[in-house]
């Protein structure tokens, strides 16, 4: 099984039970909004290790977007700078600078911030590589014009699981936001249906905790119930623009 978004769909519906083919409650466009909060959680948890390798060009200063493509403002970090690079196939040992050798600047370019890896104590030169490694977050393949998954397949499941707890999140919001007694004359008690929305969130971040190794306030030893109203800020609001449609309002 490819580990892209489409599987990313079917997964998140088969375990928040959505799989109608003519007459979904989400749309595969809220399970995208899912996919990228999920990407953005798991990458708190377990980041992406990027590497980058480029060309020095005579000067101590370079655009942090440019030379790192995944560099994320706000979440990524250096964790180490090789320079000159050290070539693996003529078996050179690193050659690692100190942190004090470099450092990220704000600069304004254009009237606009941004942000500039500048050399403190040296000028890499144009004959000369430079390694960066760093942290970023992850993508899913096929997901916002992506070519690749970055997450490891060790965490397949792990990511599905944390798909399914935000579409039932976004799905409770929808419906508590609504507030609509009219939502479904089939649904007895409104309230409970998004209580039990809220507890299967909770469940499957509990799950998603278990099968990544990480510990969340109030899960332990609650089956899910102590999560219930665990939720992570994001935009709830379904992304295709329309309500949240249950049983009273669809077509059979």
Request: proline share 5%.
């Amino acid at each position: 099984m490819a580990f892209n978004r489409s599987n990313a769909i079917v997964e998140a519906r088969g375990r928040i039970q959505d799989q109608s083919p003519t007459n979904p409650h989400l749309k595969d466009d809220d399970l995208d909004l899912a996919s990228r909060a999920a990407l953005a959680r798991f990458s708190l948890d377990r980041p992406a290790d990027l590497v980058a390798e480029f060309d020095g060009e005579g000067d101590p200063y370079y655009v942090l977007e440019t030379v790192l493509s995944g560099w994320k403002d706000g979440f990524s970090g250096i964790k180490s700078i090789e320079y000159p690079m050290a070539v693996v196939a003529d078996e050179d040992a690193p050659n690692y600078l100190d942190r004090d050798d470099w450092r990220i600047v704000e600069v304004l370019s254009g009237g606009s911030r941004q942000l500039q890896l500048y050399f403190t104590a040296l000028t890499p030169i144009s004959t000369e590589k430079i390694r960066v490694a760093y942290r970023g977050i992850h993508t899913l393949n096929d997901l916002d014009g992506e070519t690749t998954t970055t997450m490891p397949a060790v965490y397949e499941s792990a990511f599905y699981h944390l798909v399914a707890s935000f579409a039932l999140q976004q799905m409770a919001a929808g419906m508590a936001q609504k507030g609509d007694p009219t939502i479904g004359a089939d649904l007895v008690n409104h309230p409970d249906l998004v209580s039990r929305l809220q507890r299967n969130a909770g469940f499957w971040l509990e799950q998603y905790a278990h099968a990544v190794g990480i510990s969340l306030p109030g899960m332990e030893g609650t089956g899910g119930a102590g999560l219930a109203g665990r939720t992570i800020d994001w935009d709830a609001a379904p992304a295709s623009g329309r309500d949240f449609i249950f049983h009273g309002r669809r077509s059979r």
